[in-house]
């Protein structure tokens, strides 16, 4: 029988392990998205379920800075590049290190890391906390924002995806 690591390890390595590797994630209530609160909400819900690897969850939003919402193109000439340990940044890398030190190599783990396309969609809304499904209408706002944005000025929306990313 392999452990929870050797698991993990041959589904990458294309081979058939005891059984499938599990793990599912859950948004912790605020209180527990950042610090040791969020490295022992992490653990637990590791044990409770017996997960064979462990999804981090990142409640840490792109700082928006001076920007409210993005509304228009010239709305993102605000967005610069930031450093990678920045406010939510750093606090997430943080409750990284303390996870690792804690499972110390005996299970794998990952991370929630947004790519700049779904960074931009956020900010184009009001800041919110509410995470939730896709529109299941099939047309987003947000999206349709952005096909404006792109039609105004396209070298605006890839220099602010340049620097989120």
Same mark, same amino acid.
């Given at each position: 029988?392999?452990?929870?690591?050797?698991?993990?390890? &041959?589904? #990458?390595?294309?081979?058939?392990? %005891?059984?499938?590797? @599990?793990?599912?994630? !859950? *948004?912790? =209530?605020?209180?527990?998205?950042?610090?040791?609160?969020?490295?022992?909400?992490?653990? &637990?819900? #590791?044990?409770?379920?017996?997960? %064979?690897?462990?999804? @981090?969850?990142?409640? !840490? *939003?792109? =700082?928006?800075?001076?920007?409210?919402?993005?509304?228009?193109?010239?709305?993102?000439?605000?967005?610069?590049?930031?450093?990678?340990?920045?406010?939510?940044?750093?606090?997430?890398?943080?409750?990284?290190?303390?996870?690792?030190?804690?499972?110390?190599?005996?299970?794998?783990?990952?991370?929630?890391?947004?790519?700049?396309?779904?960074?931009?969609?956020?900010?184009?809304?009001?800041?919110?906390?509410?995470?939730?499904?896709?529109?299941?209408?099939?047309?987003?706002?947000?999206?349709?924002?952005?096909?404006?944005?792109?039609?105004?000025?396209?070298?605006?929306?890839?220099?602010?995806?340049?620097?989120?990313?």
């Amino acid at each position: 029988m392999a452990n929870k690591k050797q698991r993990v390890e &041959a589904v #990458l390595r294309d081979e058939h392990p %005891d059984h499938p590797p @599990v793990c599912f994630w !859950h *948004h912790f =209530p605020p209180e527990q998205a950042t610090g040791p609160p969020a490295v022992d909400a992490h653990l &637990a819900h #590791l044990e409770k379920y017996d997960l %064979d690897f462990l999804k @981090v969850m990142n409640d !840490h *939003h792109y =700082p928006r800075g001076k920007l409210t919402v993005a509304a228009r193109a010239g709305d993102l000439a605000v967005l610069r590049p930031l450093p990678g340990d920045f406010e939510g940044f750093g606090r997430q890398l943080q409750v990284l290190a303390r996870l690792r030190e804690r499972l110390a190599g005996e299970v794998l783990m990952c991370t929630t890391i947004f790519n700049p396309w779904a960074v931009l969609r956020y900010l184009t809304e009001p800041p919110s906390d509410h995470h939730g499904p896709p529109s299941l209408t099939g047309q987003d706002q947000r999206d349709d924002t952005i096909t404006a944005m792109l039609k105004e000025d396209r070298p605006a929306v890839k220099a602010a995806l340049h620097a989120i990313g």
